[in-house]
Each structure stands twice: as structure tokens, then as C-alpha cells.
């Protein structure tokens, strides 16, 4: 069966647009419950330069979507608690500094908290954050495929795990999940990861569509795949799909550009220190 491929931003965005969806997929990866979730989506609208018939250039228009979900989770304990999850995928090493900066706008923003009462006063607290990175590269050391990274409180003098949530703690640090694509090839060793196969490129019959056996996946996932599908069809999508390319190919260069300019420079570098010992060797020799 033929899917539009999920790792393109316009095909992300379309999947996780449909709120049914979007609640399964969430859960899954958090493996919480989740009563209600809602949509909140950013966008940033990028124009690119294209090279068209005679000497002028044509423009094209790039929406790159941060998802942003305010979602009411089932504590284990009963209740239940509102959180804002955030999902951004990245293609490149130096998307690090971005997510920085968007997760700081988070934390400062008023609309990510609520006035809530402890121990009979009413308090101004943060919705706790949780973040979802989907890596379209392999990270340096680690090669799980989903990798969670989870915050314990611990009594440092006995080493106990403490139990009790805190307002401040929770306020200030975050549970995040990661998803590195690459290492996503082949694995089905659980429920997750066969839901998350549907961004395994080893899959690709082209950058724009993968070839899957549906079978292979739980009937629960059947509507994630049907929704891929209908991306298949979809004229918007397959051009947006084809100007995402472009403006993937311009950043490569940018950053082989790069690359090769850091490399220049520390070459010089290097040739500096080394003459400068020369010319301190000299200079002691002729004293």
C-alpha cells in the first residue's frame, strides 16, 4: 500500500490535524491516557527564490509547523491534568538551537499556565511541558529508535525516590521523548514502534511515497494509514511536498557551505599556532 511520506512537514501536519489521530498517536508515544486533547498550531510562512524561465525568479511560499497540543491526561493516581505537549521534527544537527529558543518561549508564555488552588490558596501554576523530537538524523551515541527521557525526584542523603509531584519542579523541568528516524529501520519489536514504522524510510518507493504492508499493522492504527493514503491523492500536498524539497536541498548546501568554512578556518588556525611556535622557537634560539 502506498502512503504519503510522514517525514515531509505538509504530510506531519495534515496526519496530526485529524484530533482522533492525533490523541492515538500522542498516547502512544507518552503511554498515557489522554481525555481530551487540542490543537494548537503554529506557523511560520517561508519564501524561497526559484530560478524560472529567463532571467527572472519566481517565489514560492513554505509553511513550517510547529504542533503545539494542550492535552488532559489521566493521572494513574485518578484525575486528571492538563499538559502542553510540543512536537517538532528536525532535519539537521543544528536544529538544536531552535528547538532551544521555541521551548524558552514556552516556558515564558502566560497562556501555558492556570490559576489553580494548593493547600486552600489560589496560585498562578504552569502547565507542566512534555516534548516530542522527531530526529531525521541519528543522534551520536545512541541508537534506540525511541528514547525517553523521564525526571525522578530523589532524596540525595538516601538515595530514595520521592513521590509526591511538585508545582515548582514541575514548572521548571520537562519529560521529553525522542524519535530517531533512521533507527526506526526494520524495528517492530512493540506496539510503538510498529505505529512509528510509518516514518521508516527504508519503506520509500520515492522521497515522496512509502510502500507498506498494512497488515502489518494492529487494526487500531488502520485509520493512521488510511489518512497517509488520501495524502497520496492530494494535489496541495504533493506540491508543497515538492517545495519542501527545494528548500531542504538550498539548506543542505547552506550547511555544507558552512561546514566547509568551519573547516577552512580551523586550517588557518592550525597554521597560525604552528608559526607562531616557529617564531617563539626563533626568537629563543637568537637570544
Known sequence: ??????????????????NKIAKLVISKIIGQDIEEIEFQPKENI??????????????????????????????????????LIEIQKAKFPTDIMRFRRYLGQQYFSDKNSTVTKIKDKERRTAFPIVSIYFLGHTLDYETAPIIKV????????????????????????HDSFIIQIPE?????????????????????????ILNINENDFPDEYREI????????LDEDIQNTMNIEDEILA???HKERQIGDLVDTINKKDKELLEM???????????K
Open 1 to 18: 500500500m502506498k502512503i504519503a511520506n510522514p517525514i515531509y512537514d505538509v504530510v506531519f501536519k495534515y496526519l496530526l490535524d485529524d
Open 46 to 83: 517561508v519564501e524561497i527564490e526559484r530560478p524560472a524561465s529567463g532571467k527572472e525568479k519566481s517565489k514560492a511560499s513554505f509553511t513550517v509547523y510547529r504542533l503545539d497540543f494542550a492535552a488532559k491526561i489521566k493521572l494513574s493516581t485518578g484525575g486528571y491534568q492538563k499538559v
Open 150 to 173: 523521564s525526571r525522578n525526584y530523589i532524596d540525595i542523603a538516601t538515595g530514595e525516590i520521592l513521590k509526591h509531584k511538585e508545582e515548582f519542579i514541575e514548572s521548571l523541568t
Open 184 to 208: 526506526l529501520k526494520g524495528k517492530r519489536r512493540n506496539d510503538l514502534e510498529k505505529l512509528l514504522s510509518i516514518f521508516d524510510q527504508s519503506q520509500k518507493e520515492s522521497d515522496h
Open 225 to 232: 494509514i488510511r489518512k497517509l493514503q488520501k495524502a497520496v
Open 250 to 252: 538550498e539548506l543542505e
Open 276 to 286: 607562531r611556535k616557529l617564531i617563539e622557537n626563533l626568537t629563543k634560539k637568537n
